[in-house]
């Protein structure tokens, strides 16, 4: 029976299981061991829309405490700069694989020329506006909106929350790990102390100690379906002529793309790129010659792909440490997120004493979450023809798209249809059909039976689009959303009535 768990790590992976298991399993001893002078990776900023409630309802942190001390703002989904439209917006919400009932066919029928404002959120993001006003004027934070985050004090607070907890943060380097019937016995720290767990999570980043290292447990990359291994990253302080935008950017480079991430007081972006396609000179270049004001430039390496199984007897490995795809979508997190639930209630139904079966169930779910992000995310490179560099046209000929390809067959076919849900892997829980339909339909795939809608449809889909329009004419900026949320007059919903 698991009574003492040892966590190697405490950057945002490790610190999220803690909070999980403290959280979740009364009486469960927790310790967490880490090296300050390796540090925490430091990157890693936007998020999905399952953070806010992972941690606000399940962890229970306080939201008030957490927009205190980490300063969050809000991302309604990503802006493209992408393809031979030249820009879209994915937005947090359900716009093509859906159907108004007064229409006779799908939202994407309707969408091959003018892609925009189909729904609230694109329509906000269209205005540069965070959230519609609520009838007490102040903003009406809906539930799924994600987070752009400072990963520095994102951890420090993180750290704070688990200590408050129980869990016990121990500092040391681990340098070895003494194996045992179950996995692993215990681990050795370069001080010479020894720990001994019942079970141990492996959370220290790409090193991976534990799983790819003392057990050696094979690395499935994906190599062939996303061509980037390394990302040269930067910020600047927000000047005041530059708005905090309500999304992340995704912006097509030479040999690869860059994101835009919006903080309260500054911005970050980063240069994505193929170290096969370009040298760390020229993309320090072109990156440069895009964003003059750039400071405090370090390039990351990293590889995409993922551990074989990431439970293996008494190690689990999460976050970086378990696998990593490039950050197109940013869905490092929210993966951390659902591994973190996922393992709290293995081990609760369990009693504990987790089975086999459990295990491989465990392994089978991540091992298809992994998958199927990387089938979407090799969608994006496949399809974006906003540049003809050689990089782009090696991606639109040689990028393996694997389980995404008779989704596109299908669409090529049939078109927008909901039907092709049927073709997505495994349980599809993440971005479902609208993840795949937004790179088709975005990206303007051609497909045969097209759909001539009348004049009465054009008027319906029309009067739709003007009304979302609508909301955002009157909607608020992040601007004047966080002094909602940082006055001292505003309550949260956990708090009881909201008001300002
Ligand atoms: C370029 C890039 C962009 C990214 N963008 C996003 C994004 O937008 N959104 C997103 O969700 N994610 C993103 N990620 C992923 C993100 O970095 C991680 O999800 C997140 O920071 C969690 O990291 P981690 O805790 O797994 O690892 P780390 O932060 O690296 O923490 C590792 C921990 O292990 C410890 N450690 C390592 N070795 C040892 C040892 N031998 N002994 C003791 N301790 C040790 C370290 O000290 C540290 O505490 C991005 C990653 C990269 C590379």
Redesign the pocket.
Known sequence: MIKDVLI????????LFALSLKRRISGLNVRM????????????????PNLPPFLFEYLGISRRYFYERVRPTWKKGIRFLWGPRGRFDYGFAQALDSQLSALPRPNGFYCDEEFSCCDVPTALMRDDKAFPRAPHGGPDIHRWHAFHLD?VPL?SALEEFAVNLGVEVID????DAEKGPEGIAAIR?EDGRRLEADFFVD?????S?LLGGALEEPFVSYSSSLFTDR?L?GSWERGSDEPILPY?TAETMNCGWA?Q?EHEKSLSR?Y?YSSQAISDDAAHDEFVARNPKLTDQRI?H?RSGRYRRSWVGNVVG????SG?V??LE?????I?CQEAQNLTNFLIHSGLEPTPTIRTMYNTYFADTWDEIRDLLSLHYRLNTKIDTPFWKTCWNEVDIAGAAPIVEFYRENGPIGFARHLLRGHAANFGLEGFLMMLVGNKVPYEKRHTPTDAEWEIWNRHRANNIEVARNAMTTEEALSYVHHPNWRWDDEGATTH
């Open positions: 190697v790590g405490s950057g945002t992976a490790g610190l061991v880490r090296s300050p002078k390796i540090g925490v990776i430091s990157v890693g900023e936007a998020t999905t990963n951890v040391g380097k681990v340098v720290l959370s220290s980043g790409f090193r100690v990302a990253v992340t994101w991430i980063g994505v990351i990293f999460v976050g970086n440490a990593f490039e950050p940013s869905t490092a997190l929210m951390v």
